[in-house]
């Protein structure tokens, strides 16, 4: 009897034991989470002020050119499978403005060009990474030509509601000050969509995707007018440190 006693107070130290050490262990992980929220709010409110946003698409899309691209006829048809590797491209206008009272660099990434510039002889890519004075604003255009085939498949996708689009036009703008111990702020950008339509009188023949009351020019295209700003919080930048995300205890 004594025997079974003991082994129940045993039983019983033990998991007081193990509730008190979890205890201290959760109170442990709620006073660090609180910390690194409180060092991401304070990155928050040091943050640089930065506005990314799109124009809506230009209409029609951009034909192939040796030169600055050319928007093709609103009336162009196109015959497969002859034309099927003819070059279309969409494009949107992106802006970055700086509303900080601190310069900012940018960096871009992807299929951004410069817009169009009076006197250029041809279109260029975006300078890889460059600085932005306060209230100052720089623009470019999102854009990739693909063949008429890719597009011609973006729409099966569209109508079949199933697959992955081939024709994307994909950018990615990242923003930071000179904080070390900062934040980066990062703006991914997807251009799609379905220019083109087959001709429902005529086989194999494929003309662009007409605006009309029901569907408009931008319908068929797929882009975001704001697209969602990413943040990561970093301890130092240089090194490549991280600021942990916070992790409050699950209560069990």
Excluded at 52 to 57: I, T
Excluded at 162 to 171: I, M, N, V
Aim: charged share 25%; proline share 9%.
């Amino acid at each position: 009897m004594a025997t079974s006693a003991s082994a129940l107070f045993v039983a019983w130290q033990a998991g007081e034991t193990r509730r008190s050490t979890n205890i201290s262990q959760n109170a442990l992980k709620s006073s660090q989470a609180v910390a690194l929220d409180a060092a991401r709010g304070r990155l928050d409110d040091q943050a640089p002020q930065v506005e990314v946003h799109l124009d809506e698409p230009a209409w029609p899309p951009l034909g192939p050119s040796s030169g600055w691209p050319q928007p093709w006829p609103a009336v162009q048809e196109w015959h497969f499978p002859r034309d099927e590797d003819v070059l279309l491209a969409l494009r949107v206008t992106l802006h970055v403005t700086n509303h900080s009272n601190r310069q900012v660099h940018v960096t871009f990434q992807g299929d951004l060009h410069r817009p169009f510039v009076e006197g250029a002889d041809k279109p260029t890519k975006m300078d890889h990474r460059m600085l932005l004075a306060p209230d100052q604003s720089v623009s470019a255009d999102l854009r990739k030509h693909f063949q008429l085939r890719d597009w011609a498949q973006n729409h099966k996708v569209y109508t079949e509601g199933t697959g992955e689009r081939p024709a994307q036009a994909l950018g990615l703008v990242r923003v930071h000050d000179d904080r070390d111990n900062g934040v980066i702020d990062s703006w991914e950008l997807k251009l799609s969509g379905f220019p083109i339509q087959p001709d429902s009188d005529r086989d194999g023949v494929w003309h662009l995707t007409y605006p009309t009351l029901d569907e408009p020019a931008a319908r068929c295209v797929d882009y975001a007018l704001q697209p969602p700003r990413i943040r990561t919080y970093w301890l130092s930048r240089s090194k490549e440190i991280p600021l942990p995300d916070p992790a409050y205890p699950t209560g069990e």
